[in-house]
């Protein structure tokens, strides 16, 4: 199962750890979005910057 990880908000202003996290997904602007496998490493990513992206399953 593929999920789609779109970044809806700034991580300026938060943790370093917490940019690094949405820089490691592959986010880097604004409404960049990225389609992932689900894996338990990536939707533990997710988890920790959920307050700065939108997730969707995709098929």
Known sequence: MKVK????K???GYKYDQRQTA???GLRKMHDAVV?????????MVRK?????RVEQVQ
């Open 5 to 8: 990880i779109e970044l809806v």
């Open 10 to 12: 700034s991580p300026i």
């Open 23 to 25: 820089k490691a997904l």
């Open 36 to 44: 992932v496998e689900q894996t338990p490493q990536i939707l533990g």
């Open 49 to 53: 910057i959920s307050h700065l992206v």
